[in-house]
């Protein structure tokens, strides 16, 4: 059943129609990745979104691309007009939940990439992966699409090759601007976003337990609200995410992560700076630099060898180094393996980003290490 429904929906030689669901700053940046995938047999068929100045922006977009596209103020809409076979899902966070089941339940099947993070929640992100089970005519990835920046993928490389050695420490930097403005500023508060270590950072906690290889046991974190957004009120509130932190993961298989953030420093080179150390060598991978370095103990600090990370494939470098691209392109080629290939990024995958990150944001507001299970089984964390 599942081979004959994708292989109806997306054979090799065939045209997949997308919908876009949410067409602000992301939703556009995927309209415009698209766009560039355009000789892989990819359209725009649809988008939605209540947004009237959001809706106007992509319909000039789609028409400068000679893309005849209908608009919907909603996803039912899209849903019932039965012009797409893949939805991309770039709304607002706190709106996933909802909108992945109503894709996931509507009786034709659409294959799913949901912007990260998966839910706000991690009981949202269960319902929504319990349900994706019952479905195997569709697939769902989520775009944590930072596993394939080009010196990122590179780092991948190295540690799953061994070059390492067992990985004991993985350390990620992100120094960065700050947020930015949104529609209606949804993402200036914690009950809309999941907070600043789940909307931003679910990245980098899944980047940790790909490197380390092993999944969270508990999660420390300190963090606080020091320079953003204090002088901003919006309906009477001030905003309340917070704009640096540290976080310290501990894994299974005993090794550790830990996420510097600060999203007040805009001078700085790279905004992200990996590190991974192993038993038997250290490497990083530095962006957007797109630089790579790698050494052993042995070979020492003389023998550390610098590359720079290029793809060729990449045909639009967008907002986040050609990532976006790479990755609507790996989830293309898992639609038309005709369910012989999983998505790269699975809801599994989004799920535990998220626990990582409502760990952190709890440990942050009870001043305590968190256990993992604490958040999976919500009535633990009182």
Known sequence: MLRSVLSAMAAPNSTVKYGIVGV?????????NLHH?????VVVAAIADPYVPSQQLALELAQSFDWQLKVFSGHQELLDSGL??????STPN???YEILMDIINYPKPHHVLVEKPLCT?????KEVLNAARKRQDMLVQVGLEYRYMPPVTKLIEIVKGGNLGPVKMVAIREHRFPFLVKVNNWNRFNANSGGTLVEKCCHFFDLMRLFAGANPVRVMASGAIDVNHKDEIYDGKVPDIIDNAYVIVEFDNGSRGMLDLCMFAEGSKNEQEISVVGEIGKGEAFVPESIVR???RVAGRDGVQ?????DKRIKYDGLHHGSSYLEHLNFLSAIRAEGQQAPAVGLQDGLISVAIGVAAQLSIEKGRFVMIEEVMDEHKCD
Request: charged share 20%.
């Open 121 to 125: 929640t991690v009981a949202h992100c």
């Open 306 to 310: 610098t590359s720079k990370a290029e």
């Open 94 to 96: 706190m709106t996933h």
């Open 84 to 89: 797409c076979d893949v939805v991309v899902v």
């Open 37 to 41: 995938l355009r000789t892989e047999g």
């Open 294 to 296: 790698f050494g052993s």
């Open 24 to 32: 602000g700053m992301m939703g556009r940046e995927h309209l415009i």
